[in-house]
């Protein structure tokens, strides 16, 4: 077996340090609590950049009961979530100003690319978006608080 030249090695290297920041800056926080309404609670991970908005919880073959992730934005706007990659169902409670604007479950699109699954958009403008296991949102009516804490 011949010994790869340096040029290659380094290379690689350069290839691996490569995925591994932009898994770091995928990974999203954790550590922040969703209650919505008196009772609901969500332990969430947030999406607090662009790549871990990207990714969202896509490639998971499972989310917990009581888990979720978290999407906050500076600005209330009209979003729209894809599915790609999504292994299993999910619930989105579309969130403006500490209010439930309307919640929607959303079926697995297992394959990768954005553009091969559909877009769900949300009722209106929103600041938040929760993601949770289908079926844990569907006693949520419009206009039920949210309260976040945490980071």
Known sequence: MMPLPPSVLV????????????????????????????????????????????????????LPAGTGMLFRYDESARRSYWMAGMLVPIDLAWIDDGEVLGTQTLPPCVNPAADACP??????????VLEAPAGALASVETGTAVVVSGR
Do not use: Y
């Open 119 to 128: 877009t769900f958009a949300s009722p209106g403008p929103v600041d938040t």
């Open 11 to 62: 290379l690689f290297g350069a290839v691996l340090i490569t995925f591994s920041a932009v898994g770091c800056a995928a990974t999203p926080n954790q550590g922040t609590t969703v209650l919505i309404g008196p009772d609901l609670r969500f332990t969430v991970e947030v999406a607090d950049s662009e790549a871990a908005r990207q990714l969202g919880l896509s490639g998971r073959a499972d």
